[in-house]
DNA sequence: ACGATTCAACCAAACGGTTAAACCAAATGG
DNA sequence: CCATTTGGTTTAACCGTTTGGTTGAATCGT
């Protein structure tokens, strides 16, 4: 789908985004130019500011974008999911799933991390907050259960975003590392999104299960 | 130790790194302005040029001597521990006292992954090599003597490099969300570099571990 | 025809980089 | 013992380009 094709299903500023979450992901706020977002979207810079706003607001709408998204993925396949091991499982293959897919996601909240969160409205924490307490419930229910053993669940929460985060961004730097060094070149480290939330969600599983199957 | 001071024991190339870092790692590297990163070396900009050469050569030392350092003391930790479970708990605690500690490390590193490692040179790419290749050995080893189970060892650097990663550019933000939501404060949010170290190997280790002790 | 939208051209400010002159401690030499 | 030179280093002022943002006219859909 041209960016032309898509505007005529698309409105214009929702073009715009998707174009601009692609460059943001791959310049950054400051890397990316006002003039390659418009160029990007297929549009008139005029258009651009006409539409939405400055860059600041641009960059405010795509980050929140793709965080409610991918908080609500999340949220709602936890929801579904039955059973403690289960909406662990999908917690994780969501998030792998989300970042892993939509290539701009771990890029994007990455930078924004790295930054300190200088550009994150509060709307956009409060996303990171929903999936947090998914997360803190199911671990805390489970424990409760007796299926988990006590954990620093803030930790858990870092382990999983973190690792897949950094997967999924790390793809370029794995396929140069590849290309330069194909002698160690090793295919564990070229799993498929779902492959990679598979094996995070293994580990962490391990990680927090309640080795003593029968509590007292 | 002032700028003026530091000049006394200190390079004024090194001076000038030293400020960069910090600087790079709150801006990245298109938000740095070299205007900037003169001031805060307190040196004149073209003092800056002629010491290190353009921005982007300044961007290349940090990045080079930053993966350097850390890659450094993280191998050096894992050779002189003892048994694999030691050397596990070494790695894990460097990476994180380095990430932890040298506060402009963190940042960094997630800026370079998020944009694909467009301005790594080789050079850090081999020193991040380092650290991998320290962890597969030990996990490898620890798998034969019986001691590990087989896992992606991959994923399991990316579990522990994210999370730490993560965990230490990300103080910024749980401040900001204790400071706008006191009532969900919550001191397991906030653990020194130290304890976050110990919290993510306990978690590492539970996972990794060969959970049938007695291997037939 | 009319408001909504797009456009090319434009602008001031900010930016990375350069330059010629000034500075300063250590060597030189009378 | 002091004046002068020398080489590395620092400086303020400057330059051409790029940047985010604006504007008035043209175009489009209805």
Same sequence: chains 1, 2.
Avoid: W
Wanted: aromatic share 6%; hydrophobic share 40%.
């Amino acid at each position: 789908m041209t960016a032309a094709a898509k505007q005529h299903t698309e409105s214009t500023a929702e073009t715009i985004l998707d174009a601009a979450s692609e460059l943001f992901a791959e310049k950054g706020y400051e890397g990316a130019r006002v003039d390659e977002l418009a160029k990007a979207a297929g549009v008139n810079k005029a258009t651009l500011y006409y539409q939405i706003g400055d860059k600041e607001a641009v960059y405010h709408a795509v980050i929140t974008r793709v965080l409610t998204r991918t908080a609500d993925e999340v949220c709602a396949a936890v929801a579904e999911a039955q059973g403690y091991e289960e909406k662990i499982r999908h917690y994780i293959a969501l998030f792998a799933r989300h970042t892993g897919n939509m290539r701009y996601a771990a890029p994007i909240m990455l930078r924004e991390v790295a930054s300190g969160g200088r550009n994150l409205p509060e709307s956009a924490i409060q996303q990171m907050g929903r999936m947090l307490g998914a997360l803190s419930e199911t671990l805390s229910e489970g424990e409760r259960s007796g299926l988990f053993r006590p954990v620093n669940e803030f930790m858990v929460h870092m382990m999983i975003v973190g690792s897949l985060l950094l997967y999924a961004s790390n793809e370029p730097i794995r396929r140069r590392n590849a290309e330069n060094n194909p002698e160690i070149y090793d295919a564990s480290h070229f799993l498929s999104t779902d492959e990679a939330g598979e094996t995070i969600a293994d580990l962490v599983l391990a990680a927090i299960s309640n080795t003593n199957n029968n509590p007292n």
